[in-house]
């Protein structure tokens, strides 16, 4: 570590706001910048530990003096360094090549350049307006065309917006349909309209029973559809469902076609699901959140066959395609919808006497006023990669998981169901001779948990895991770090051994 | 400028993933901070312009060379450089001492300290578990305690979540109000409640149309409050429509005050407001996402006296307080609430069977799924400035208001309502013998707009301007610059003055 100079015990009070561009500051800023490279340094260097795992209440107590509280007057600029790196000391090392907790991990230089080139820009506040981020709307603009060409609509005609992640997004496409088909909503609530449903798979992401909660439709009115066993939604199971639907009275209107699911990572068969939303009049959106990336690799969009034929799709860079959180993109293939459904003409906000062509001003479209610029990094990293590079990206963690799977598939003590996401079974030896029946689903259930605390105590790697449906506790793998290797896949089944052996 | 290594012309692509933290990449992300912090200091700069206006057009063709179409093939780190710095060059300053555009401007050291250190946690993905973001689930508890100390709740009880902005704050208010008097909309819909009516100023924010709009209650059913000459609503006016929507059979549900107006900066009665509130049993809800950062000043959080009896409140730290964006804060009074209104118990993302206190893990009380890491930046400045800080901070950008409305009272050419944000028309020598009446008014509304227009292709400095209700295009000033002095408020003036003289 270094020595800080004296001029660090100066509050920054003192110096800040002030003294902003000053030397003393300056340097203060390149100290930080020097912690940062050696974390850097050490997150990829694969001794050291993924998470120093303290409980909430040693944290709060102030462990190695490491003080949380808030206080009335400033530190010192050398306590604020002391806290930096108190901070990222006891965070989780999430770009590690051996965490594969969520379905979004590793760290790209591209990535981290643009987060470091934000810091210059000051983005502080931006309404999305032309005159505030020039820059930023165009490169917006760009990239979603680019995006929705990909999905393959023709020419990349349509429109979307980057939202604050997925669950947004979602509830951006449910907010859609219902002004698509009931604009009057919009003024006169839900009371102007009769008695809508929407359906999604019984394994979709929890948002959309969010989106349906918060936006007045109720949860009851979002209909859950049975699954196959590979966990794809089972097209007649949704007919027979909207059928009732109607028989009863209600309007079904909006479909989910999940494209990776968050457990399994499924793929439901889209364009046996858009027959259908034709053939009833439905919204149809795909959720591509998780599996949205697929759609840059020629070896694996095919698991999205009928993507183009969505109304609108949830798309999230920052999950498979390793773009730092938060972007998430919602795309609309009918243009002037997004605009509609939220735009409030604030005139105080949107002025159209402005000296440019203000159809550049995006703002309106969203349900958030200022928004945080998120397409920076994106577009950045897709200079720096290509299309190609995001390809060679995505093909590779698929191949990971072929790896994994092919690894596990017949070794003593693993079971695992046939699904994209590799999830698994450690089963245990004193466990392996148990019939099948409620005992050992009761003692196998208890064995990822105590396997993923041992894990996080002893800071080795971090896998997630999750019961799901019928079936107990089990793993869940999840490939999206650029940085991992085969030989970090043999590490973490060698380590659930490890640590699970005697359980 | 400096000169690039030859190893530049590599494509990133070849360097990354596969090598992040090697040489050659920690090289390229140490030249991307050279090309920060001699952004910084220009920043800084009065001489440097705000601004280099092009019209879109311009951009989209390549201005020298600056291409923002994305391409198949990676470019090399020479071309990401190049790439970074013609971003920079093309972006506005908003942390330049003379940009007045927006409601948070300016740039903190230690807010960039945040960022800095954002680039190195990799914060890729936060569900805000305990598990996953151990550090930042703590340092958000307890800034939200203390804030909700500061709004007076007794020992800081309550509830509250870090949100993408001040929008989606007062969404959350919505939908917890409504959850609060009608928990069976979650599961029926709004078909399960009365005819709901909401209330608020008619020169609050747009985001509570937006999301009446959104949450299915529809933008009629808000009904807008009168104000007084200073944009204040008057309380006889809510008790009036409170009665006579009940006498139409609504249901009032929910009131706004506002604290701190978007144009004007003006302060709701909130006591008065209150009063009302308890007596027809309805929520009341304030929007300080411009004027909360007042309460951190003894000298002038009067303005938000009544605060303590709200249900919740919306604080924006990332406004007037000068942390970068996007820093809000919705707070709830009542415990459970949060949680009650959008838990989903999604068991796939919190299993009940970990190893530490599961009460820690935040995220079914959120909208969203991932969340952005909003606390850190906001955590570090209180750490780096104190309590004390901020309050010096908000003392000093009102008292420049002070400083600018004293000015230009008595100036000739200079008109202005009274208001808290200094909000004014300046007048033209051509038009100043003109009688009041229609001509005046039109011509005057085409000022603002085109000194604001020359200002931008000057690139000396910004200020917004708006109409409102009756008054035509005005400009409003908003200080929350630490940067600015009263040099930069004469600088204003003065450039106005000579930009508008001849209109």
Known sequence: EFNLPKRYQT?????????????????????????LTSYIRKTFDRSTKVLDFHHPHQLLEGIEGFNLEL??????????????????????????????????????????????????????????????????????????????????????????????????????????????????VKTKGMAAAPRLVLFTSEHSHYSIKKASAALGFGTENLILLNTDERGRVIPADLEAKVIEAKRKGYVPLFVTATAGTTVYGAFDPINEIADICEKYNMWLHVDGAWGGGLLMSRKHRHKLNGVERANSVTWNPHKMMGVPLQCSAILVRERGLLQGCNSMCAGYLFQPDKQYDVTYDTGDKAIQCGRHVDIFKFWLMWKAKGTVGFEQHIDKCLDLSAYLYNKIKNREGFEMPQHTNVCFWYIPPSLRSLPDGEERRQRLHKVAPKIKAMMMESGTTMVGYQPQGDKVNFFRMVISNPAATRSDIDFLVEEIERLGHDL
């Open 11 to 35: 509050p920054p009070a003192q110096l800040l706001p002030a003294k902003n561009g000053e030397e003393p500051t300056m340097q203060f800023l390149l100290e930080v910048v020097e912690i």
């Open 71 to 184: 206080s009335d007057q400033p530190e010192s600029l050398e306590q604020i360094l002391v806290d930096c790196r108190d901070t990222l000391k006891y965070g989780v090392r999430t770009g590690h090549p051996r965490f594969f907790n969520q379905l979004s991990t590793g760290l790209d230089i591209v990535g981290l350049v643009h987060l470091a080139l934000q810091v210059s820009l000051l983005l502080v506040w931006f309404r999305f307006t032309y005159e505030i981020a020039p820059v930023f709307v165009l490169m917006e603009q760009l990239t979603l065309k680019k995006m929705r060409e990909i999905v393959g609509w023709p020419d990349g005609e349509g429109d979307g917006i980057f939202s604050p992640g997925g669950a947004i997004s979602n509830m951006y496409s449910v907010m859609i349909a219902r002004y698509k088909f009931f604009p009057e």
